[in-house]
C-alpha cells in the first residue's frame, strides 16, 4: 500500500474538490476527507503561507515549516514531514520557533549606551552606523601596523578585535570575515573555538 | 562518548533508536547517567577527563585480541610507515621535548622516506620502528587495572564497552563514535579524538557508511562558518592565514603541502588555485598576476602568532583593543572565565553587540558589581533578524548546506545581518574615502557590489561563494571546453591560478552554478539506499555525501561491505558508482590511488606527527585535577598546554578548598548561554534556573537537600543553584580515594530570567588545548556548599 504521510494528505486532500477520485489513490479516502474537512475549518494554519526553513539552534539540521498569514504574520511553525533528516520531529526548541518570531522582548531599536552612561538610548541606523564607521576608523588608523619590527609587511590592524558568529548563514559569514579582513583585523575568532 | 545526544541533539536520536532496531548496539560511555544513558545498551561510568585512558585501554584490547582490520590496516592506514629513530617516549614525555617553552619539536617524530622521498613501509608490520608496532608498544601500559584506576569506570565495564566496539573491525561490519564538547573541551581535546579515529582507523571504520567520528555541534552553522574561515588561523576554504613570513604570494605558496608519492591524491596541491581565486574574489580587477593578486594587502599574522580566543580575551584585558565587535555573541557567558571577560569589556572605547535580544554582553555595563559610572566603553547595540525572516543557508554536522526562505519580516528596525553587513561596509568606505587615512587601499579597492536594484542581494553573495571565470576559456585545460566569461564555474575542479577564476570558498564551489542554487533543492531520492539523498539539498565537497569512501572497497573497487555498498567501480564503464567518489581515479588495485585524498601521504594516521603534543595520544590529569600524581607517568599534565597565570587566571589542584570534580554540560530546552532561549515563555518555564547536580552520597555528606539553595564555587568565581541530589551521579573510587563529581548547564545569565542566576562559566578555568586552543570546561575542580541564608537580590537596578 502507499504510505501516505500526513503532509502529503493535506496536500491531496486539499485538491479534493477539484475532481480527485478514487483511483488516483487506490483507497477509500472518505473518512479521512471528512476529517481533513473539519482540520480545515479548526486548524489556525488555514488558508496560511508555508515556507520551509531550516532550525537554528543545533547542528542535526531538522526542516520546519512556518507558516503566516495574509498579513506575512508567523502563526505557526512545526516540523518539516517533507524532510528527510528530521521527518516532522522537532525537539522543544525547534518546536518553539514561533516564540522567536513573536516575542515582545525582541530587539526592535537600536540602542546606544554613552561611556559611563547608566541607560540605553534608542538611536537611529543612520546615526548608530556612521559612528561605528568613525570608531572602526579611528581605531584603525592608531593601531594599523604596515611592517613588523623585522621590517616584514603585515598590514594589520590590533586595535580592533570581532567574535561572531555560528548564528550567522553562510553568505553573511564569508560577507563578514571579507569586511574585518579589509579592515585588517586579525583577531577574528567565534563560537567554534569554545 | 562525549556526547549526550539523546539531549542536546533529540531529533538525530531517532536514527539511533532506527538502528537499535535493526539490531544495532549503542555504547554510551559518560560521567552522568543522562537520557542517553537510559536508551543505550552498555553504560559505562568514566571520571570527567580521563577519555584517553578509557581508549588506550581500548586500543590494548583491538591489539591484543586481534580484532583489527588487518586489510584495511595495512593498505589504508599508516601502519606500516617506518617512523625516525629520534622518535621516543620515555615517562610521560615524546622525544624533543623542550620545557621552558613547554613545546616539542616535531621533527623528531617524522616518518622516514627512502632516496626517492616515498615514506618507508613494512607490509609485514614487524619491523620494531614501524607506526603499528610503536602503537602497540605506547598501549602496552593501558591495562585494564591500570585505566580502571584512573577512569573509576569497572573492569567489567571495560571489557564489555571493548569487546562490542572491537567487533565491528569486520567489513561488514560498522560502529560509529558521536562526540561533542565532552571531548573537545578539555587540555587533551584533540588527542581524545585522535585516540578514537586511531580505533576507527584499526577496526576499518573510516569513509564507510555508518562509520566515522562524528561531531555532534552545537550550533546550526558552525559547521558553515567554520568553512567560511571565521577563525583567526584559517580564511575560507581552510586556507592557512598569511603570515609575516609569507611576504608574497609565492612563499606562502611554497607552503604547500606536496608529496613524491605519485599514488597520493595530495588534493592540497591545488592550494595555489584556492589562494588566487579567492584574492580575485576580494580585490576583483585590482588583482593581477603581475601584482600577486593583492595578496600583500591582506592582514597577516607574526610568524607563530595564536590570536584565538583566551588569548584574544587575555588582549583584550590587558587593554591592547579599542574596538570590538560581538556580532550574534555572549562571551559574557559564553567564554571561559566569563569574569575576566567581563572586566576586559570595560577597557575597550566601543563595542558593537549585535543580536536578537538583549545579552549579557551588551549589557555587560550595568550587570552584577559594576558600576556604570566608572565604564568608559561605548555600546551598539544592533538588533538583527532571526532566521526565519531572512534568506540563506546553513551547513549542518553532515556538510549537507540547506537553503533557508524568509517566512516573515524582521520586527520593528531590526535587520538582516548580511544587510548590516552591507550598509557598514560602505559607510566606512565612503568615510576613507572622504577622509582618506592610513593606508586605504585594501578598503577603497575592495570588491563589493552585492545589491540588485539598490537592495542588498544575498545570492550575489552566494554566487561569489560559487565562483565564476573572468575571462571567455575557449578550451579549458579541464574538460577542453569553452567557457563564458561571467558564467559560474561548474566546481572547484575548473578553477585557476592564473587569475582567470574567482572564488570566495574552494569547498563551495559547485554549490551555485549555472544549473541553479544547489542547497535549495528538496528531491528525496535515494539510489544507494544509505539515506544520502543526494539531491537533497548540497554537501561539500561537490556533494559528495561520505568523504573517504574509496576506503570503503578493495583494490579491485568491490564493496567490503556488501549490504552497505557506498561506491563500487563499474570496470567495463570504467566509472564509479554510488557515492560522489574522492576523485576519478581508478580503484587501487588497478593503478589508482590511496583513498584519504587530503592526507600528503594519502593514508590514515595510526602515528600522528603532526600534532602539538604529540603522535600517540597520552593521558594526562586535567589542569585542575583531584589526584597528586598521573597514574600513567610523571606528567601531571600535558606538558604542552599554554598556562596563563596571574590577575584573575588562578587555578588549583588537589586543594581541600575545591574538592569536587565539575564538568559544565546543556540541557534540551536551552541553547548555548542561553541567549535566545532564555527569552522564550515555553522553554524558560520547563528550565527556569541554574542547578547543580550531585550525587545523594554528596548531598549528604555537605548535608544538602534536593531543592536546597547551593554555592558552586572555584578559585575564579561563584555561581549559585538550586541543588539536584540524584542517582544520575556517583562518587569514584580513583587510586584508593572517593571521589565526588559535579555538574552544572552553562545556560544562564544574569540579565534575563530575573533570579534564573548566572554562567557556569564564571567558574571555568583561561587554559585550552595546546592544538585548538579550545578551552578545558569540561573538567575543573569546585566546592559546592549550602546557603542558610535567605537569597540576596544580585542583579542591580540600572
Given at each position: 500500500m502507499k504510505v501516505i504521510t500526513r503532509r502529503d494528505f493535506l496536500k491531496i486532500s486539499g485538491v479534493t474538490v477539484a475532481g480527485l477520485t478514487l483511483s488516483q489513490l487506490g483507497f477509500d479516502l472518505t473518512p479521512a476527507q471528512l476529517y481533513a474537512a473539519e482540520l480545515r475549518t479548526e486548524l489556525r494554519i488555514k488558508g496560511a503561507k508555508e515556507t520551509p526553513t531550516i532550525c537554528c539552534y543545533c547542528s542535526v539540521g531538522c526542516g520546519i515549516l512556518v507558516s503566516t498569514d495574509k498579513k506575512g504574520k508567523v502563526i505557526n511553525a512545526e516540523g518539516d514531514p517533507d524532510h528527510p533528516i528530521s521527518e516532522g520531529a522537532l525537539c522543544a526548541k525547534g518546536a518553539s520557533s514561533y516564540q522567536i518570531a513573536v516575542n515582545d522582548n525582541r530587539l526592535q531599536k537600536v540602542n546606544y549606551r554613552a561611556p559611563y552612561s547608566n541607560k540605553w538610548k534608542e538611536v537611529s541606523w543612520e546615526w548608530a552606523l556612521d559612528k561605528i564607521a568613525a570608531n572602526i576608523k579611528k581605531s584603525r588608523d592608531k593601531s594599523f601596523t604596515e611592517k613588523n619590527t623585522d621590517g616584514k609587511v603585515v598590514n594589520r590592524t590590533n586595535g580592533i578585535a570581532s567574535v561572531g558568529s555560528a548564528a550567522l548563514d553562510n553568505e553573511e559569514c564569508w560577507l563578514y570575515q571579507k569586511l574585518l579582513r579589509s579592515l585588517g583585523l586579525v583577531y577574528i575568532e567565534h563560537q567554534a573555538r569554545i | 562518548m562525549g556526547s549526550n545526544v539523546a539531549e542536546n541533539h533529540p531529533v538525530s536520536f531517532k536514527w539511533i533508536e532506527a538502528a537499535r532496531a535493526k539490531g544495532a548496539i549503542f555504547i554510551h560511555v559518560d560521567p552522568r547517567f543522562t537520557r542517553t544513558s537510559a536508551k543505550a545498551d552498555i553504560f559505562a561510568r568514566l571520571r570527567s577527563g580521563t577519555d584517553i585512558a578509557f581508549l588506550g585501554g581500548m586500543i590494548k584490547y583491538i591489539l591484543d585480541n586481534n580484532l583489527y582490520d588487518e586489510f584495511y590496516v595495512k593498505n589504508y592506514t599508516n601502519a606500516s610507515y617506518i617512523v625516525s629513530p629520534k622518535y621516543g617516549f620515555d615517562d610521560g614525555l615524546f622525544s624533543g621535548y623542550n620545557p621552558s617553552?613547554?613545546?616539542?619539536?616535531?621533527?623528531?617524530?617524522?616518518?622516514?622516506?627512502?632516496?626517492?622521498?616515498?615514506?618507508?613501509?613494512?607490509?609485514?608490520?614487524?619491523?620494531?620502528?614501524?607506526?603499528?608496532?610503536?602503537?602497540?608498544?605506547?598501549?602496552?601500559?593501558?591495562?585494564?587495572?591500570?585505566?580502571?584506576?584512573?577512569?573509576?569506570?569497572?573492569?567489567?565495564?571495560?571489557?564489555?564497552?571493548?569487546?562490542?566496539y572491537g567487533s565491528t573491525g569486520k567489513p561488514d561490519k560498522a560502529g560509529t563514535e558521536l562526540y561533542?564538547?565532552?571531548?573537545?573541551?578539555?587540555?587533551?581535546?584533540?588527542?581524545?579524538?585522535?585516540?578514537?579515529?586511531?580505533?576507527?582507523?584499526?577496526?576499518?571504520?573510516?569513509?564507510?557508511?555508518?562509520?566515522?567520528?562524528?561531531?555532534?555541534?552545537?550550533?546550526?552553522?558552525?559547521?558553515?562558518?567554520?568553512?567560511?574561515?571565521?577563525?583567526?588561523?584559517?580564511?575560507?576554504?581552510?586556507?592557512?592565514?598569511?603570515?609575516?613570513?609569507?611576504?608574497?604570494?609565492?612563499?606562502?605558496?611554497?607552503?604547500?603541502?606536496?608529496?613524491?608519492?605519485?599514488?597520493?591524491?595530495?588534493?592540497?596541491?591545488?592550494?595555489?588555485?584556492?589562494?588566487?581565486?579567492?584574492?580575485k574574489s576580494f580585490y576583483g580587477d585590482k588583482a593581477a598576476k603581475n601584482n600577486d593578486f593583492c595578496y600583500e594587502w591582506l592582514p597577516k599574522l607574526e610568524p607563530t602568532q595564536d590570536a584565538s580566543w583566551l588569548n584574544l580575551f587575555d588582549e583584550m584585558y590587558k587593554g591592547t583593543f579599542t574596538g570590538f565587535f560581538a556580532w550574534g555573541m555572549n562571551p559574557a557567558c559564553s567564554s571561559a572565565n566569563a569574569g575576566k571577560v567581563r572586566q576586559a569589556l570595560g577597557k575597550l572605547d566601543w563595542m558593537v553587540n549585535v543580536n536578537l535580544f538583549d545579552n549579557e554582553t551588551g549589557s555587560f555595563w550595568k550587570g552584577p558589581d559594576i558600576d556604570p559610572t566608572k565604564i568608559k566603553t561605548e555600546v551598539f547595540q544592533l538588533p538583527c533578524a532571526a532566521f526565519l525572516e531572512k534568506e540563506g543557508s546553513i551547513s549542518n554536522s553532515g556538510r549537507w548546506m540547506q537553503w533557508r526562505w524568509k517566512a516573515t519580516n524582521p520586527p520593528g528596525d531590526a535587520m538582516p545581518d548580511g544587510?548590516?553587513?552591507?550598509?557598514?561596509?560602505?559607510?566606512?568606505?565612503?568615510?576613507?574615502?572622504?577622509?582618506?587615512?592610513?593606508?586605504?587601499?585594501?578598503?577603497?579597492?575592495?570588491?563589493?557590489?552585492?545589491?540588485?536594484?539598490?537592495?542588498?542581494?544575498?545570492?550575489?553573495?552566494?554566487?561569489?561563494?560559487?565562483?565564476?571565470?573572468l575571462e571567455d576559456i575557449p578550451e579549458h585545460p579541464v574538460d577542453k571546453k569553452a567557457y563564458k566569461k561571467g558564467t559560474l564555474v561548474p566546481s572547484f575542479v575548473f578553477l585557476l591560478d592564473d587569475g582567470r577564476t574567482s572564488c570566495g570558498n574552494w569547498i563551495y564551489s559547485a554549490s551555485y552554478t549555472e544549473a541553479g542554487n544547489m542547497a535549495a533543492r528538496r528531491k528525496k531520492t535515494d539510489p544507494t539506499g544509505l539515506g544520502l539523498y543526494p539531491e537533497w539539498s548540497w554537501a561539500w565537497p561537490v556533494n559528495r555525501r561520505i568523504i573517504y569512501n574509496r576506503a570503503s572497497v578493495d583494490l579491485e573497487g568491490k564493496p567490503r561491505d556488501a549490504n552497505r555498498q557506498l561506491l563500487?567501480?563499474?570496470?567495463?564503464?570504467?566509472?564509479?558508482?554510488?557515492?560522489?567518489?574522492?576523485?576519478?581515479?581508478?580503484?587501487?588495485?588497478?593503478?589508482?590511488?590511496?583513498?584519504?585524498?587530503?592526507?600528503?601521504?594519502?593514508?590514515?594516521?595510526?602515528?600522528?606527527?603532526?600534532?602539538?603534543?604529540?603522535?600517540?595520544?597520552?593521558?594526562?590529569?586535567?589542569?585542575?585535577?583531584?589526584?597528586?600524581?598521573?597514574?600513567?607517568s610523571g606528567q601531571r599534565i600535558n606538558p604542552a598546554v599554554k598556562i596563563f597565570e596571574g590577575g584573575l587566571d588562578t587555578f588549583a589542584t588537589c586543594d581541600p578548598r575545591y574538592p569536587f570534580v565539575c564538568t559544565t554540560y546543556r540541557v534540551t530546552e536551552h541553547w548555548q548561554t542561553g541567549v535566545l532561549t532564555r527569552w522564550l515563555p515555553w522553554l524558560t518555564e520547563a528550565e527556569p534556573q541554574m542547578f547543580c547536580e550531585m550525587s545523594q552520597e554528596l548531598a549528604t555528606l555537605r548535608g544538602i537537600s534536593n531543592g536546597d539553595r547551593v554555592l558552586v564555587e572555584t578559585s575564579r568565581g561563584k555561581v549559585e543553584a538550586v541543588a539536584i541530589a540524584t542517582l544520575r551521579l556517583k562518587p569514584f573510587v580513583i587510586g584508593g580515594q572517593t571521589i565526588h563529581q559535579i555538574g552544572i548547564p552553562w545556560h544562564f545569565g544574569w540579565l534575563h530570567p530575573k533570579d534564573g542566576g548566572d554562567s557556569a562559566n564564571l567558574l571555568t578555568p583561561t587554559i585550552g588545548d595546546p592544538n585548538t586552543m579550545i578551552p578545558e570546561s569540561k573538567a575543573f575542580m569546585a566546592n559546592v556548599t549550602k546557603i542558610t541564608k535567605q537569597p540576596t537580590k544580585k542583579v542591580k537596578k540600572a
Open positions: - | 617553552k613547554r613545546s616539542y619539536d616535531q621533527s623528531m617524530w617524522a616518518i622516514e622516506k627512502d632516496e626517492n622521498g616515498i615514506p618507508k613501509q613494512d607490509m609485514t608490520l614487524q619491523n620494531e620502528r614501524c607506526a603499528f608496532q610503536l602503537l602497540k608498544k605506547h598501549y602496552s601500559r593501558y591495562t585494564l587495572e591500570k585505566v580502571t584506576a584512573i577512569t573509576g569506570t569497572p573492569q567489567e565495564d571495560l571489557e564489555k564497552v571493548y569487546k562490542v561533542a564538547m565532552g571531548w573537545t573541551q578539555h587540555t587533551v581535546g584533540v588527542q581524545n579524538i585522535r585516540a578514537m579515529s586511531i580505533i576507527q582507523s584499526l577496526l576499518g571504520n573510516m569513509g564507510v557508511a555508518g562509520g566515522g567520528i562524528n561531531a555532534l555541534r552545537g550550533e546550526s552553522n558552525v559547521q558553515g562558518s567554520t568553512d567560511q574561515g571565521l577563525l583567526f588561523h584559517i580564511v575560507p576554504g581552510y586556507l592557512p592565514t598569511p603570515r609575516a613570513q609569507w611576504a608574497k604570494l609565492e612563499d606562502y605558496n611554497k607552503t604547500t603541502p606536496s608529496t613524491k608519492d605519485t599514488r597520493s591524491v595530495n588534493w592540497w596541491k591545488n592550494r595555489p588555485k584556492y589562494v588566487a581565486s579567492l584574492l544587510e548590516i553587513m552591507n550598509d557598514l561596509f560602505k559607510k566606512v568606505q565612503a568615510l576613507y574615502k572622504k577622509e582618506k587615512g592610513v593606508f586605504p587601499d585594501p578598503i577603497l579597492n575592495l570588491k563589493w557590489d552585492y545589491e540588485t536594484n539598490g537592495k542588498f542581494d544575498i545570492h550575489k553573495v552566494a554566487k561569489e561563494i560559487n565562483g565564476y571565470f563500487k567501480w563499474d570496470a567495463e564503464n570504467k566509472k564509479w558508482v554510488g557515492d560522489i567518489p574522492d576523485g576519478p581515479a581508478p580503484p587501487m588495485g588497478t593503478q589508482g590511488v590511496y583513498p584519504f585524498i587530503m592526507k600528503p601521504d594519502g593514508v590514515a594516521s595510526i602515528f600522528g606527527p603532526g600534532l602539538k603534543d604529540g603522535p600517540f595520544p597520552e593521558h594526562y590529569e586535567p589542569l585542575e585535577c583531584p589526584i597528586e600524581k598521573n597514574l600513567m
